[in-house]
């Protein structure tokens, strides 16, 4: 597990400071949207949004929009809500299709430098010609166009004379470069088709590793940051920034990319499992995406706080997903009422309490948290408790509800089990018991001892409830390689990682709202869920359970 607070990239800052290399940090988000954001991306928010901040610099949001054809405006406004759910204002609010003119300037730059050429190879001659890591690349037969020709064909690729493909821009460094990243990169193509922001204006598009620079420069971004797979790119990043003359020279530093176990990390992937049903959308309460994580149950806190403890690293590590779970319970420990709920009820009859009767107990609203006060719970001769808090026949060590034993009631009485009813099938369907009265809570009764403690949930006032619970999305460890283009993580997709409980719950929880997080007692943290919850038909996620192994 990659357990690592340092931060290697804040270390540089703080010396391009101390140099005076730079007087401001500018940092960037830079997303594409072509899919919801996911925890992955909250890690890279984290980091350039802190470390700014950290140094009274500036954060932009910049939607890396090149790429008409993947490119929505629905994933626009999930990415900026997400954002802020996060807990994070950006300075400025940008897109890179904002700055296509400027690019398409400094593109004509290179031409008119000679370090540009149009291309008419097919792609797949062009991939023939570029060569191995082990192999020299080959010069296409048009590197040698003459800068007015490159001018005439780029101006008439923009002009819309051309079908995709047919032609591209393309830089002239050098076929034989070890680095292949520098074997005369695609810098433009030709797409027709509409964009979600500048609709048709255009039918060439900047490819990514051309734009990305230009965009930080344009922007004043002192620092880029970005993932480890982004590294051999770096020399190409610094070449556009020299050669199309910026003013401004931003660096790329890269970082090691999240990956964390029994879940998959990449838009791609997360895409398909929407689009193949084996989830209920973006924001399934199983999936690693931010919206996914809010509609579960965790907070920007506990998902921050996680972050930061990750650290940032040079290489990619796994990181395990009970880490994130620890931090949601930090969270909520302090924050979330406790209250009982039953997920799979059975009845108790408590037969020498009065028939109608109904009182009031107290009970603390969460008893590591006084100020949060208590509570009035309704008690009466019906309660539902948990089926499996009852066994007719238990085994030794069993000190829950058994014929002849004595538990006591959270909040409430001891009561002691002295009959169950069968149906004709020989299933229990009511147990049957006697409750003590010297034993209520609260009026420190010490006559004798019980050994277990049980929830339970009044049967006359109680509110029906659904119960999402969920196991880990993939099975196993999380894929090794995340560059992998094949699908077969779908393979390892758990189809019963969504079970639903229908139970009960105290009355005074009839009008939750969605967003509201409780501590079911003995179960775990649960969240009002935002697309099925009804008002007294309250849905709840688990968000996780209550006890862990996890160190940290
Ligand atoms: P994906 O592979 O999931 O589509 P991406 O890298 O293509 O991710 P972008 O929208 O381009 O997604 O990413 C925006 C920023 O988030 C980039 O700077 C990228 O490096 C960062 N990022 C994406 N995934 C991770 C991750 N798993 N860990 C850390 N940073 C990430
Ligand atoms: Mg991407």
């Known amino acids: 597990m990659e357990h690592n607070s340092s931060n290697f990239i804040r270390n540089i800052v703080i010396s391009d400071l101390e140099?005076?290399?730079?007087?401001?940090?500018?940092?960037?988000?830079?997303?594409e949207p072509n899919g919801y954001l996911h925890i992955g991306h909250a890690k890279s928010i984290v980091l350039n949004f802190d470390l700014a901040d950290e140094f009274n610099g500036k954060t932009n949001l910049r939607f890396d929009d090149t790429n008409p054809l993947k490119e929505d405006v629905e994933f626009v406004n999930s990415i900026k809500e997400d954002v802020k759910w996060l807990g994070y204002d950006w300075d400025g609010l940008f897109f890179a299709s904002d700055y296509f003119e400027q690019m398409y300037d400094r593109a004509v730059i290179l031409i008119k430098k000679g370090?540009?050429?149009?291309?008419?190879?097919?792609?797949?001659?062009?991939?023939?010609?570029?060569?191995?890591?082990?192999?020299?690349?080959?010069?296409?037969?048009?590197?040698?166009?003459?800068?007015?020709?490159?001018?005439d064909l780029f101006t008439r690729m923009r002009n819309g004379e051309f079908k995709d493909g047919e032609k591209v821009l393309r830089a002239k460094i050098d076929m034989a470069s070890p680095n292949i990243n520098l074997r005369d990169p695609a810098l433009y193509r030709i797409a027709h088709a509409t964009?979600?922001?500048?609709?048709?204006?255009?039918?060439?598009?900047?490819?990514?590793?051309?734009?990305?620079?230009?965009?930080?420069?344009?922007e004043g971004i002192t620092h880029s940051i970005c993932t480890l797979e982004f590294e051999d790119?770096?020399?190409?990043?610094?070449?556009?920034?020299?050669?199309?003359?910026?003013?401004?020279?931003?660096?790329?530093?890269?970082?090691?990319?999240?990956?964390?176990?029994?879940?998959?990390?990449?838009?791609?992937?997360?895409?398909?499992?929407?689009?193949?049903g084996f989830v209920d959308g973006w924001d399934?309460?199983?999936?690693?995406?931010?919206?996914?994580?809010?509609?579960?149950?965790?907070?920007?806190?506990?998902?921050?706080?996680?972050?930061?403890e990750i650290g940032v690293a040079k290489t990619t590590g796994v990181v395990d997903s009970q880490m994130l779970d620890h931090f949601i319970r930090e969270d909520l420990k302090l924050k979330a009422p406790r209250t009982m709920g039953v997920l799979d009820p059975i009845k108790v009859v408590i037969t020498n309490y009065p028939e109608g009767q109904i009182e009031w107990l107290e009970a603390e609203v969460n008893s590591e948290?006084?100020?949060?006060?208590?509570?009035?719970?309704?008690?009466?001769?019906?309660?539902?408790?948990?089926?499996?808090?009852?066994?007719?026949?238990?085994?030794?060590?069993?000190?829950?509800?058994?014929?002849?034993?004595?538990?006591?009631?959270?909040?409430?009485?001891?009561?002691?089990?002295?009959?169950?009813?069968?149906?004709?099938?020989?299933?229990?369907?009511?147990?049957?018991?006697?409750?003590?009265?010297?034993?209520?809570?609260?009026?420190?009764?010490?006559?004798?001892?019980?050994?277990?403690?049980?929830?339970?949930?009044?049967?006359?006032?109680?509110?029906?409830?659904?119960?999402r619970l969920y196991d880990p999305l993939i099975l196993d460890e999380s894929e090794s390689d995340e560059l992998d283009l094949n699908s077969s993580f779908l393979d390892r997709v758990n189809l019963t990682s969504l079970y639903v409980a229908k139970g009960f719950i105290e009355s005074s929880l009839a009008n939750v709202k969605p967003q509201d997080k409780f501590q079911f007692f003995r179960h775990g943290y649960f969240n009002v869920d935002t697309k099925y919850s009804k008002p007294d038909q309250p849905v709840f996620n688990l968000i996780v359970s209550l006890k862990s192994s996890f160190k940290i």
């Open 284 to 308: 399934d309460p199983r999936m690693p995406t931010i919206s996914g994580l809010r509609r579960r149950g965790y907070t920007p806190e506990a998902i921050r706080a996680f972050c930061k």
């Open 369 to 467: 948290v006084p100020e949060m006060g208590k509570i009035k719970i309704p008690f009466g001769r019906e309660i539902y408790i948990e089926r499996d808090d009852f066994m007719e026949d238990p085994p030794s060590k069993y000190f829950r509800l058994f014929p002849g034993n004595e538990v006591r009631l959270k909040n409430a009485y001891f009561i002691k089990c002295v009959d169950v009813l069968k149906d004709t099938d020989g299933n229990i369907f009511e147990i049957q018991c006697t409750y003590d009265p010297e034993t209520k809570s609260g009026t420190g009764f010490t006559g004798r001892k019980v050994k277990g403690t049980i929830h339970w949930v009044e049967a006359t006032n109680a509110v029906p409830a659904e119960f």
């Open 115 to 151: 370090l540009a050429y149009v291309d008419d190879l097919s792609a797949e001659e062009m991939r023939e010609y570029r060569g191995t890591l082990t192999a020299p690349g080959k010069e296409s037969p048009y590197r040698g166009r003459t800068v007015e020709e490159n001018l």
């Open 195 to 218: 964009h979600h922001n500048t609709g048709d204006k255009w039918c060439i598009y900047p490819m990514y590793a051309f734009a990305h620079p230009l965009e930080d420069a344009i």
């Open 233 to 276: 790119q770096r020399p190409f990043y610094d070449w556009v920034i020299r050669e199309c003359e910026m003013e401004s020279t931003p660096h790329q530093y890269e970082f090691g990319r999240l990956n964390i176990t029994n879940t998959v990390m990449s838009k791609r992937k997360l895409k398909l499992l929407v689009e193949e």
């Open 19 to 31: 140099s005076g290399k730079h007087n401001t940090v500018v940092t960037r988000f830079p997303p």
